[in-house]
T-cell receptor, first 109, second 116 residues
Framework: QKEVEQNSGPLSVPEGAIASLNCTYSDRGSQSFFWYRQYSGKSPELIMS????GDKEDGRFTAQLNKASQYVSLLIRDSQPSDSATYLCAVNNSGKSTFGDGTTLTVKP | GAVVSQHPSRVICKSGTSVKIECRSL??????MFWYRQFPKQSLMLMATSNEGSKATYEQGVEKDKFLINHASLTLSTLTVTSAHPEDSSFYICSARVGGGTGELFFGEGSRLTVL
């Protein structure tokens, strides 16, 4: 079992729809959780960080964390073609970050 | 967010040569930096943790004599790929964390190495 698991996709949604990205992790001691967006050929850029159970909203993005279920998700509302990228889930424990393999999202105009 | 700069962005070299990649934190001091490698359509793999003023910590399976890391100042870490071979061709990305160990990582632009 991988430490951080994501559906590889590809996930395809129409423009304006909600995209839902999911991530599970195995280390119950994990303390902080992040979503990164990576365009093809580029390095990752931070989209959201979340540290406690519940929802955290930032613009069109909402991160959800459930530590009991070891689950973290990212919702993208009003998806745009520019959101088409690979989304990486990262889990941090005591300074060590572990990344999932990423979910590729395609938003079709 | 914090700015991490990486140079060069692309490098092509002949097999057997050595290549140095620089990673700088531009607006903060980074006592720790991280070096990742990413092959096409794969996720980030942590190669090593670079510690200012001390030896780097390498992940299992990463050859420390092949991937030399130097972190001589609070704003600069370098990765040298020694005697590069075609199988070392990859996307190398450095990152640094602002604040404590639970904070987010900020990534450099990445360096694409092609070994002929």
């Amino acid at each position: 079992q991988k430490e951080v698991e994501q559906n590889s996709g590809p996930l395809s949604v129409p423009e304006g729809a909600i995209a839902s990205l999911n991530c599970t992790y195995s280390d119950r001691g994990s303390q902080s959780f992040f979503w990164y967006r990576q365009y093809s050929g580029k390095s990752p850029e931070l989209i959201m960080s979340i540290y406690s159970n519940g929802d955290k909203e930032d613009g069109r993005f909402t991160a959800q964390l459930n530590k009991a279920s070891q689950y973290v998700s990212l919702l993208i509302r009003d998806s745009q073609p520019s959101d088409s990228a690979t989304y990486l889930c990262a889990v941090n424990n005591s300074g060590k970050s572990t990344f999932g393999d990423g979910t590729t999202l395609t938003v079709k105009p | 967010g914090a700015v991490v700069s990486q140079h060069p962005s692309r490098v092509i070299c002949k097999s057997g040569t050595s290549v140095k990649i620089e990673c700088r934190s531009l607006d903060f001091q980074a006592t720790t930096m991280f070096w990742y490698r990413q092959f096409p359509k794969q996720s980030l793999m942590l190669m090593a943790t670079s510690n200012e003023g001390s030896k780097a910590t390498y992940e299992q399976g990463v050859e420390k004599d092949k991937f030399l890391i130097n972190h001589a100042s609070l704003t600069l870490s370098t990765l040298t790929v020694t005697s590069a071979h075609p199988e070392d061709s990859s996307f190398y990305i450095c990152s640094a964390r602002v604040g404590g160990g639970t904070g987010e990582l900020f990534f450099g632009e990445g360096s694409r190495l092609t070994v002929l």
